[in-house]
Every structure is written in C-alpha cells, then in structure tokens.
C-alpha cells in the first residue's frame, strides 16, 4: 500500500478502474493539429492509449489519514448506478474499489470525512450502496463534506452529468443526516482545509494539506490531462464555466509552481501526483513516483 507523506499526513490512492475518453469529443475545442506535438510524450506517460489515441482517465479516490482524521477525497462511480450512457460505468457490481480499501488496511466504518470536490458521477458514486433496493451511505461514520452552493445549484439544474448522481448518490446521504455542507473555503483544522476552485462545476473546490512545514494539494477535476498544464486555454467538455475554468487554471498552476506543493490530480495518469513546474509562459506537470513508499 504505497503511501506519501506530507509531513505528519499520509496520502493513499484508491484506484477504482480506468477509462477510455474519445480526445475530441472530450474536448471539443482542439483540433488534431493541436495535439499532433503531445502524442509522443502523452502516450509514453500513459495519459492516451497508444493504439486508439483516448484519453485514458483513472477513476481514484485518495485516502487522507492525519493524527485525527480518516478522510476519503472524492469516491468514483460506484456499483449498481444507473448510468445508461456510460456501459463501463452501468450498474456495476466489482469489487475492485472494496478491495483497493481493505489494501490500505480500511473498512467502510473506518472513514471520518468524505470530501467530494465536485458533484460529477465519478466523483460521488461510492457516497452510497444499494442495500434492499434502497441506497444508504456507504460510510456509516462519516460526515460528508459537499459545498452547499455546489447542491443547491444542481438541485435546481438539470444537468445530465449531475442529474443522476443527486438521486442516488447526493439527495441520500442528505436525507440520512450525514451530509455537511459548507462552503468552498471550510477548514476542517489547521491541516486541513478547502480552497474554491470554480469552473469545472460552480463551485468546485480543491482539498489542501499541510503538516510540518510541508504542502499538498488534490485538486479534482480542475484539470483531467496534464497537456493542460502546457494549455491549460483547452476546455474539457463537461467544464460548467470556460472562461472560469480557465482562469481557475492558471491561477491554480502559478500558485503551486511558486509553493512547490505537492499535487494531486484525480485522473492524470498513474501515480497522478507531481509538482507543477513553471515552464516559458505555461507549465509542465513532473510526476513524483519515486517519493510513494
Ligand atoms: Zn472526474
């Protein structure tokens, strides 16, 4: 079960499954001239397949544990969700995300906190299970931390990437009493805490860490491919707000180009963690394998 330290903090990856994403239609604005340069180098880091191109998107979750805490950080797809659209992703019935847990030495009943930074399917699925047809929390003791903002706009908005995901995997956990929702700068303590990073979806934060002088970052879905770091102009498709999305971007790289923080992305390839090194006028994402132990 490799770890990483963070001072008196230690981060763990849950990996549920990978994902294959067809490149254009993830991001409908890019041509094929425009990646024509970022093949070689994006197929060699595994972030595209080498034979059809895709985009290739772990689905993970990161365990969070400090001196007090338990924390889960986004919880993937899920089983037994109906997701019609996505065949991969369609009432499911794995063990591969149990048994990642269990690999770091966890039960359900372990986690403290779980910290969704967005409300997108891959992101909230394993906030619940079904359980005699009706879906309960998955984590029994935790207090899930959802921005209030972020709920209140998708209760009202009929968005197909959140649609699904509030029924069965939001509205539940609200309606057992075990929902926190805050706002996107909450601080849980002192090593804790949550930074709004908007665009991707209204109100989309990223979870930092700090302990003993050292700094990390997960930053969810503000970014899905490193080539972004160079072009971080290229908007996903399921990005909520372009232009905000792309402002939270460079905001987000200058930052933790100048910390050196410690960077933590959901669906880069594996090990998905790095630093984001300042590079002309844009940045390059250096990944940071060899400091998992
Ligand atoms: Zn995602």
Redo the contacts with the bound molecule.
């Keep these: 079960m490799p770890q990483r330290a963070i001072g008196d903090i230690s981060i763990a990856r849950i990996l549920e499954m990978s994902t294959a994403f067809e490149r254009s239609a993830f991001y409908p604005e890019t041509t094929a001239e425009d990646w024509a340069p970022h093949l070689a180098w994006l197929m060699d880091e595994g972030a595209l397949d080498r034979s059809s191109g895709d985009l290739i998107f772990p689905i993970q979750s990161y365990v969070v544990r400090t001196s007090h805490h338990t924390i889960l950080v986004d919880t993937c797809v899920g089983n037994d969700k109906d997701r019609p659209h996505r065949p991969a992703w369609h009432e499911k019935s794995d063990t591969s995300y149990m048994t990642a847990l269990a690999r770091e030495g966890l039960v359900p009943a372990d986690i403290d906190y779980v910290m969704c930074t967005h409300l997108?399917l891959?992101?909230v699925g394993w906030n619940t299970r079904l359980i005699d047809g009706r879906w309960v929390p998955t984590f029994p003791n935790a207090k899930y931390i959802m921005s209030k903002k972020e709920v209140d706009i998708w209760k009202v908005e009929d968005h197909p990437s959140s649609r699904l995901s509030m029924i069965d995997s939001v509205l539940p956990v609200i309606e057992a009493g075990q929902a926190q929702l805050v706002s996107s700068d909450f601080a849980l303590d002192d090593e804790v805490w949550l930074e709004p990073s908007p665009g991707h979806t209204p109100d989309h934060f990223s979870v930092r860490l700090a302990s003993q002088g050292s700094t990390a970052v997960l930053g969810g879905?503000l970014m899905h491919c490193p080539v972004q770091c160079l072009h971080p102009e290229w908007v996903a498709r399921p990005d909520w707000d372009r232009n905000l999305a792309i402002a939270t971007r460079r905001r987000f790289m200058e930052s933790c180009s100048e910390t050196n923080d410690l960077v933590c992305m959901?669906?880069f390839p594996l090990p998905s963690v790095g630093r984001i090194v300042a590079e002309g006028d844009a940045f390059r994402f250096a990944y940071d394998e060899g400091e998992w132990v």
């Design positions: 997108h891959d992101h879905d959901t669906h």
